[in-house]
């Protein structure tokens, strides 16, 4: 077992990373003095899946679990749906001391993370990423909300999961395009962090692709860790956290502009990163040669590149991007790359420019 630890005094945690951790997940929660009533919830596909051994699980440790099941994909991150959670935990009289567990993707863990932030003002959550984007990126760090309908995450939370349980044996029931949109995340913490990381996944690549435990358990790891040490030390995103948004404030908003499920968030970003590192290049000297290779490697792990906007579009998609959280006086903010591996945040890119980079997504 891999165990990653992040540091944050009196709400540190671990990330534990192993096959097989969804059927011993009582015990892991036995450590945390947890007691009582727990939730699981989970969405209809990862609760397929998984709830009967989570609940199994949680039963034999001595716990009593309520299984709490929402609608797939990303129209479940709603107000309307963190209602119909707390109306469950308000029927089952769940106290501070019971506890949330998230079992699933990233919707299901910004989602439950939310709910036990907010319910009785705060009790204990477990997160169980089942997709390879929330084992290496939004279970870790805290992020927890919901979209409204102008825009993605704008109400949340941070509020630190006590434990997060990553089971590789999850990833085998993973569709392709899912596991494809993760690899996102995980070649973002190569830009930003580690030139040694993304030279790895250039090289090994096929063998990830085909969910090789060996080669995939030691990436995971690399990217918990990389999120864990910039957590530490901005835990609410005041500096050097914004490094985690490289491509996500073009990204946010083409999930926001194209309608949320029609591209996967990977997807969206992945199109975003590229743009990043083409207005890289512009602004701050980024390399063509690191340009191209950092769009190739999205190309190989069968991820989209570019967009074509129409001009309904192109306007939905800037007045999304004005919405996002990073917006400072007005001005849209980016993360940009001056080398893989090391990045700068808060960068003013005009608007003309960004237009620009799109404008060739259209003839390229």
Not at 182 to 210: C, N, P, S, T
Not at 239 to 264: C, D, M
Not at 286 to 305: D, H, K, M, Q
């Amino acid at each position: 077992m891999r165990t990653v630890s992040v540091q944050l005094g009196r709400r540190s945690y671990s990330v534990k990373i192993a096959p097989g951790l969804l059927g011993q997940m009582g015990r892991h929660c036995k450590r945390l003095k947890a007691a009582g009533r727990c939730a699981i919830i989970t969405d209809a596909n990862a609760g397929r899946y998984f709830a009967r051994t989570a609940f199994q699980a949680l039963a034999h440790a001595g716990f009593s679990p309520v299984l709490i099941r929402v609608p797939a994909g990303e129209t479940s991150k709603s107000l309307r749906t963190v209602q119909t959670c707390y109306d469950r935990l308000a029927e089952h009289r769940f106290e501070r001391n019971s506890f949330v567990v998230a079992l699933g993707g990233g919707v299901v863990g910004d989602l439950a993370g939310f709910v036990a932030a907010t319910y009785l003002r705060g009790i204990p959550f477990v997160q169980v990423p089942t997709t390879l984007l929330a084992q290496v990126d939004s279970s870790v760090g805290g992020k927890t909300g919901v979209n409204l309908r102008a825009g993605k995450n704008l109400v949340g939370a941070f509020y630190q999961p006590r434990l997060v349980l990553c089971d590789l044996d999850t990833l085998r029931t993973l569709p392709e395009r899912e596991f494809r949109a993760g690899l996102a995340e995980v070649i973002k913490y190569g830009i930003i962090r580690d030139a040694e990381l993304f030279a790895r996944l250039e090289r090994d690549l096929g063998k990830i692709l085909q969910r090789e435990e060996r080669v995939l358990a030691p990436v995971i790891a690399r990217c918990c860790e990389i999120k864990a040490e910039v957590v530490s030390r901005d835990e609410t995103e005041g500096g050097v956290r914004a490094i985690l948004n490289f491509g996500h404030t073009l990204g946010h908003a083409i999930e926001n502009s194209s309608g949320y499920g029609k591209l996967l968030h990977g997807e969206a970003i992945s199109i975003g990163q590229v743009a990043a590192a083409r207005l890289s290049q512009k602004l701050l000297g980024l390399s063509g040669r690191e340009v191209e290779r950092i769009e190739r490697l999205f190309r190989r792990a069968g991820l989209p590149t570019r967009i074509r906007l129409n001009p309904a579009r192109r306007k939905r998609l800037f007045a999304a991007m004005r919405l996002d959280k990073k917006v400072r006086a007005g001005e849209i903010r980016f993360v940009l790359a001056e080398a893989l591996g090391r990045v700068r945040w808060g960068q003013a890119v005009p608007r003309a420019l960004v237009e620009k980079v799109l404008a060739a997504d259209e003839h390229g």
